[in-house]
């Protein structure tokens, strides 16, 4: 381990420390809209008139203040992308909408009180579900943060359209936390023909003004010097908050055509922007890692599940606002409020260790894919995440079949075959990629999804003839 990385988990440890002794965050002068925050649980003041600070916990949650609203937000944050699905009558995939009515009440119950969703999460089903779970219980009682995703029509009649969508989806008057959706991969050329060209930036802007948008950032994914641009873009909007993907990989182990999230998470230090944490598993890898990987981090700490820690991880930064975890089951809720009820900051020692765990995964040759289901639907009915994600379970499994005359490749050969074909139906599967491409620019991990596709492909078929 070089002395750079010995310095740099230094200061995060030092910096982790004040957030657990309770350090306030600096207030920005108050503007129109933030005469708000007095009607939104978690922005008021305690009982003795003081606002709460970082850290502090509520019935076992831990909250974090907003420095620009003074909103007392969850550190743990529902993502609303992965709610579970159902069939209607017609056999088409649709939004369970009891099952997620008892997790938003389940998460409310017990201190949860920001909520993740996007119009276009779950082929445009999620801001609606969700809205109608949260319009159950005062509006007071829960931040709502939802985006603008107008990906594939940036006309400023569309972003028009789906912004004020979300408000009608959401039954409600004002949006707390509203993002432009995932810029960075196409520079500041498609943030301008996203946003600027249109006219949406400055409508946004005055939307701000009026209070309708409470707090206005983006989500990002990019490589740094496409975040710097960003951040020079701070001087004329004045983000209120960031979203960036931060767990112990991609903290110093971010894929080639990211930015390693320690150099994300100092920028917005530098500057006091707030961070909202995205894909602090990994999209499900940091909680599903190899066998062996998992018994290291079971026996340094028996009483915690395998994701907690990289729960404590994405928490223990004080810039840290919130982090967000699509949680599609009950148990999976569960077990990260344990992790945040309250947060417990890692220590100098356990970001050794992890820091370790993470140069140990990195021999491990997945797909940086995280299920986000941005590249969905194909128009050819391949089911990308699932080939993906199976492939990725395999490698984790040690279900990779080397050459024939590797000891164990009977068994991970029959192993591989059966479990593809049980996951993924035989007209989904990877032999039916043309290579078309329409899915590549669609993926927020710049994930060159053809060519894995085709890789994936070939290996099975090699498989099926050595039989």
């Known amino acids: 381990m070089t002395m750079k990385k010995n310095i740099d988990r230094r200061g995060f440890l030092k910096a982790a420390g004040l957030a657990a002794l309770g350090m306030t965050g600096c207030m920005r002068g108050l503007s129109q809209r933030d005469a708000l925050r007095n009607d939104v649980k978690g922005g008021s003041a305690d009982a003795d008139g003081r606002t709460a600070g970082r850290g502090e916990t509520n019935d076992g949650m831990t909250y974090r203040t907003s420095n620009v609203t003074g909103d007392k937000v969850s550190i743990l944050g529902y993502g609303c992308m992965r709610w579970p699905m159902t069939k209607d ?71 028009m359209l789906m912004y004020r969508k979300s408000f009608e989806y959401f039954q409600t008057d004002y949006i707390d936390y509203y993002l432009l959706h995932s810029i960075g991969s196409g520079g500041v050329e498609a943030f301008n023909r996203r946003y600027v060209d249109n006219g949406m930036m400055d409508f946004l ?81 940091l909680a599903k890692v190899p066998e062996h990987i998992a018994d290291r981090l079971l026996e340094r700490d028996p009483g915690r599940s395998i994701a907690s820690w990289a729960f404590r991880f994405a928490g223990s930064h004080p810039g840290v606002l919130c982090v967000l975890s699509g949680m599609t089951y009950m148990e999976h809720l569960q077990d990260n409020l344990q992790s945040y009820s309250p947060l417990v900051p890692l220590t100098e020692s356990d970001m050794a260790f992890l820091e370790e765990t993470a140069e140990l995964m990195q021999k491990y040759p997945t797909v940086p894919c995280n299920d986000c289901k941005y590249c969905m639907p194909c128009p050819y009915g391949i089911d990308i995440p699932a080939i993906l994600l199976h492939y990725n379970k395999c490698v984790n499994e040690g279900e990779i079949a080397g050459s024939k005359e590797s000891e164990n490749y009977r068994k991970a050969r029959r192993a591989y075959l059966v479990s593809y074909d049980r996951a993924i139906p035989k007209l989904r599967q990877a032999d039916r990629c043309i290579g078309c491409g329409k899915c590549v620019g669609l993926c927020p991990q710049s994930i060159r999804i053809p060519k894995e596709i085709h890789r994936i492909r070939k290996y099975v078929e090699r498989l099926k003839r050595e039989a």
């Open 205 to 285: 802007m005055e939307e701000r003004k009026a209070g309708r948008i409470r707090n206005l950032g983006f989500s990002f994914h990019g490589n740094t010097e496409a975040f710097d641009e960003f951040m020079k873009l701070h001087e004329k909007y004045h983000w209120d908050f960031v979203q960036i993907q931060l767990n112990y990989m991609d903290w110093t182990h971010a894929t080639e055509r990211n930015a390693n999230a320690q150099y994300l998470q100092q920028e917005l230090d530098k500057r006091g922007i707030q961070s909202v944490i995205m894909e602090p598993l990994l999209g499900g890898r």
């Open 89 to 159: 009558k017609e056999g088409k995939d649709i939004i369970d909408q009891d099952a997620v009515n008892r997790l938003i009440d389940y998460a409310l119950e017990h201190g949860v009180n920001y909520f993740d969703a996007s119009p276009v999460y779950l082929q445009g089903q999620c801001e609606k579900a969700t809205g109608i779970a949260l319009a159950r219980h005062p509006r007071g009682s829960y931040f709502i943060a939802t985006k603008l995703s107008n990906f594939s029509n940036s006309s400023r009649e569309n972003s």
